[in-house]
């Protein structure tokens, strides 16, 4: 670790020395709660929860939040696509904690609105290049070897897009929230596509969706056996209507698209075909009229969710900083952070697991005095990547793209704690 502004060594005095005036600010924050003399009537009288029955166990039989948390929902935007049925909402991340995102606020995006399928009468078909062309009814796929568990974060290509020519006023959620990191069961699809046997020739599978979009993607053969997955459930019961059921692709540390929900069908054939959503959409714009085609790889990006412009700071003294990293190329590795723009970073703290493929949830404790911060985080990976900054984007990618913005948010923290998003040139 360097100190970037004077290019030395952050020696371990200067790093003690830090680390003594956070305990002090800590010890004062204490001194002011001890020096309270009015009695706290919330302490001394009897609330209401204290005196009377609340519901029994039959009151709620799925389970619910405390209303008290009403406000951490998905949002959408209105003007941001066509139509309800074919949109998307976001993940409140900045009200979010651990690496697991709760089933009903997992973000959505739908090409032709929710299938409401009857598990019973859904089919899964294999064909093409394949020895023996094959149908799964969902029974088949639950009662087959080889099931499997796997946290992996899914995240749409064009999370973060309206960010590409400049900051947005928009808060944590509507800036990044197109992503969410679940526990997914299932199928390996490996497992399926040696029962049906496919040919030396097969280099390419299509999935297909069964709603109304008729959603198809290419995806290569080596993708498909080394680690995509036909789930059937996620965080421990099975897949929301919203997230594809009764069952799924997850093609893990690739675009959210290529994850096609309510999965019907896998062609296999000798070349990409080229569909819509890979032509039309979901291809990089290049400054000089050029596309960029088959970038599925979604690379190592970390966020700060608080604070945030959703999520500002209410007290001056003692505070921590949270938020998340991901990558699809392998398991975060480190995440530093900088409260000057980028001048001076240090490491942040990850705590829980730091999978592959999968979120990984970081801290950094720090006293604040009502100075003016300038939060940013950069997320390494276990294969070396390090996540850009924004104008490193640009130089490469220019401004026409909608896709794959992984470079580094900046967070303006002002004197009063409120949060803006803002770009550093």
């Not at 979009?213 to 995509?228: F, L, V, W, Y």
């Not at 459930?233 to 997850?250: F, I, S, T």
């Not at 019907?264 to 009229?289: C, F, M, N, V």
């Not at 970073?345 to 801290?363: I, K, N």
């Amino acid at each position: 670790m360097r100190d970037t502004e004077k290019g030395e060594p952050l020696d371990r005095r200067r790093f003690l020395r830090a680390a003594g005036l956070a305990g002090a600010g800590l010890a004062a924050s204490a001194k002011i709660a001890n020096a309270q003399q009015q009695p706290d009537p919330l302490i001394t009288e009897v609330q209401d929860w204290n005196r009377y029955l609340g519901d029994g166990v039959q009151a709620r039989p799925y389970g619910s939040p405390s209303p008290f948390e009403k406000h951490i929902v998905r949002r959408d935007v209105e003007w941001l696509t066509v139509s309800r049925e074919s949109s998307v909402n976001f993940t409140p991340i900045h009200e979010l904690d651990g690496i697991i995102t709760p089933s009903g606020l997992a973000f959505e995006r739908h090409h032709g609105g929710i299938a409401e399928i009857d598990p019973a009468k859904h089919r899964l078909m294999i064909n093409g290049l394949v020895d023996k062309p094959l149908v799964f009814t969902m029974e088949d796929l639950k009662r087959m070897p080889g099931r499997i568990n796997r946290a992996y974060f899914l995240e749409c290509a064009a999370n973060s897009g309206m960010e590409w020519r400049g900051a947005q006023l928009n808060g944590c959620q509507f800036t990044h929230g197109m992503i969410h990191n679940v526990w997914y069961t299932g199928i390996p699809l490996k497992t399926l596509l040696d029962e049906a046997g496919v040919k030396t020739n097969g280099k390419w599978v299509m999935p297909e969706g069964a709603d109304s979009s008729g959603m198809t993607r290419s995806i290569p053969i080596e993708k498909a056996m080394k680690d995509c997955l036909v789930a059937f459930g996620m965080n421990g019961e099975a897949l929301r209507p919203e997230q594809g059921y009764p069952v799924r692709l997850v093609v893990p540390g690739w675009e959210g698209n290529m994850w096609v929900k309510w999965l019907r069908r896998l062609e296999i054939g000798d070349q990409p075909w080229h569909a819509r959503e890979e032509t039309s959409k979901y291809t990089d714009l290049l400054a000089d009229g050029r596309s960029r085609r088959f970038t599925w790889i979604m690379d190592a990006k970390s966020i700060v969710t608080n604070p945030s412009p959703q999520a500002p700071l209410k007290r001056k003294g003692a505070n921590v900083l949270t938020g998340i990293a991901w990558s699809g190329r392998g398991a975060i590795q480190r995440v530093d952070i900088s409260l000057d723009g980028g001048r001076n970073w240090t490491t942040a703290r990850l705590d829980g697991p730091s999978m592959p493929l999968s979120m990984a949830r970081f801290y950094f404790d720090f006293d604040w005095n009502g100075r003016e911060l300038m939060i940013q985080s950069r997320a390494m990976d276990d294969t070396g990547y390090v996540q850009p900054t924004k104008q490193e984007l640009r130089q490469v990618r220019g401004v026409n793209s909608i896709y794959h913005n992984n470079g580094i948010q900046t967070w303006l923290v002002r004197g009063d704690g409120e949060v803006e998003n803002v770009e550093i040139s």
